[in-house]
């Protein structure tokens, strides 16, 4: 069983939207997959059709309840999130193992799965630091962008921090390339990635399709609104290197 933080401190690098489509990969490969919506945007919640939970995330975290889990069907489950996660930050402050948590309340649930897949905020707070405290690994979607490249270092850092103090088996699965194009800038800057971290970048990049983002409006994974799009080949093989590579 896999734990797997989707981490990025910038917003609209395609964190959700891995989230959604490896865990629906994985799930179509016979996975029992659990995805877990630690973002007060409630994005993932919304990606899947789960907009109005009875009970959330934060009643676990700020709590004393369990993780609400919600059954999508297909190998593929959800603990949803809504605007209340914004409080939760001054609230497990307040708590001296605030920053356990979720890792306390995978602890009940983690055996019924082979992977968890933790969408994070776009931010490093302690959402994003409970999430990588109960982690074994971390993706870290990043855009072919020379702004989001300049981006992996502050994370990388925080990494490394947590390594040192928190969670010493933490460890970085892969940089996901993600909106690649065919631009000369976009190709010079996938190649400066690839020569800074090597074998930390996925071989499997994830192609600019108007599809993903069709899909997510639709309430659905790619997968669900068109397996044969490029979006669905390359979560596809996302998801066998993951499991294969």
Partial sequence: MK?????NHKGGTGKTTTTVNLGKALAMQNK????IDVDS??????HVGVEEAQETIYEALCGK????????GDNLHIVPANIDLAGADEELKKNVNGYFKLKTALSNIHENYDFILIDCPPSLDILTINALIASDEVIIPTQSQYFSIRGLQTIFELIEELKQ?????????????????????NKTIQDTVYEGYGDLVFKTFVRQNIALTEASYSNQSIFEYNPKSQGAEDYLNLSKEILHG
Avoid: Y
């Avoid at 945007?41 to 919304?46: F, M, V």
């Avoid at 309840?65 to 999508?72: A, F, Q, R």
């Avoid at 103090?165 to 000369?184: A, E, F, H, S, Y």
């Fill in 32 to 35: 029992k997959v659990l995805v």
């Fill in 41 to 46: 945007q409630s994005n993932l919640s919304q």
């Fill in 165 to 185: 103090n928190l969670n010493p088996d933490l460890k970085i699965r892969g940089i996901l390339l993600t909106q690649v194009n065919n631009t000369v800038i």
């Fill in 65 to 72: 309840k369990s993780l609400p889990v919600i059954d999508l």
């Fill in 3 to 7: 734990v797997i933080s989707i981490l």
